[in-house]
């Protein structure tokens, strides 16, 4: 049906091909589990992401529409809001009423908290959320929790919960024993959805899916590399990887397939690479040995690798710090200085705009002082905070500013003469009765 690839801990990319019957299995699944899909759902996600199989294929096998629209454009909420909807955890912050769904919300691609649901639940009662699991070696999901409307939803991780149609959950330890409940063990799945294996990698389609000891003749379980418990009541707590590969909003990294691209350069001797959460969510750092420039690296880095795979910092020691028995001492590598305006470079806001965007940039990004000639991802901004500024600046504006605009004009001076120009353009849209109109209900120079 398609191959994706996936983070290679060598640097090399897996790609995992998945057959129809898998797809066709899921599916089957998700019509019954989420009513949404009969309905129109909210397709914002990539191709090359499995997490957009339910919203791309799940509606035409249930008689529902599919729009496709990023989260942040007006196309998104042209036609009423979605019954359904499919994002990370990472996206919560962005949904607004108008693209929050209907009928269904359904989480995924990285570790859910009740934290992070808590307020857009309170906003939206009468809606379903699924913590929905599943590799793409296990075809999109593979376990899934629903909490139902108005159930309660205590604080700290929420369960993956129990296993899709057809598909069997097997907690084993290092022997292929299986654990008891609430004893921690590797997870891994079998059944119907599993994958085929590795596009040309049958060494490495034949470690990670094995001979089933607990199905029939013939089955193969996926050993995903997670580490989980069972509950009391038969579902599932997910705690993390067992190796380095980590999830950043959504998207599988393997730290390693970073960290080879660094080792490759001849001005790096030694270098690593962690997720680190000082801002407040998940955002890749690179410590580099050597005598590299971390500015020039990473515009090396996003020649070779994909977007998220470059890392949004890097630091510049003089050794990696090791624990006595000569491993990475990963808690001892320091925080990424905070990104700040440079007082001699410092140009004060002109216009109303400038002062706007500068004071959205200085929020989103703490940053103390940000002028007009500051560019937003020079100041560490990263495409999830772009999202939040431009939410909140169009907020305060109220016209129809594409993420777009972001990418091309980072810059504050350039991306306030973009919201100046809007502005204009829709000002000479009106007669001259409603700029009348308009001017008796503002006050001030500002109208």
Known sequence: AYVLYTSGSTGRPKGVV?????VAAYLAWAREAYP??????????????????TGLLGPLTAGGTVR???IDEPAARAGGKPALLKVTPSHLPLLDDAVSPTTDLVVGGEALTGEQLAGWRAAHPGV???????????TVGCVAARIAP????AAGAVPIGTPTWNTRALLLDAALNP????????????GDQLARGYLRRPGLTAERFLPCPYGPAGQRMYRTGDLARWRADGTLDYLGRRD?????????????EIEAALLARPDVSAAAVVVRTDSGEPTLVGYLVGDADGASVAADLARELPAHLVPAAFVALDALPLTPNGKLDRAALPAPAAPAAVDDAYVAPRTDAEALVAEVYADILGVEKVGAADDFFALGGNSLRGMRAMARIRA???????????FGSPVVADLAAQIEKLIAAELDELSDAEVAELLATEEGPTA
């Open 36 to 53: 949404g899909l009969a309905g129109t759902a909210l397709l914002h996600s990539p191709v090359s992401f499995d997490l957009t199989v």
């Open 18 to 22: 998945v057959e129809h019957r898998s």
């Open 68 to 70: 496709l629209a990023a």
């Open 244 to 256: 380095d590969q980590v999830k950043v909003r959504g998207m599988r990294i393997e730290l390693g």
């Open 396 to 406: 305060e504006v109220d016209v129809d500013l594409p993420m777009r605009a972001l």
């Open 150 to 153: 108005g159930q309660e939803l």
């Open 128 to 138: 379903a959320v699924t913590n929905e699991y599943g590799p793409t070696e296990a």
């Open 179 to 190: 654990v008891p409940p609430g004893v921690v063990g590797e997870l891994y799945v079998a």
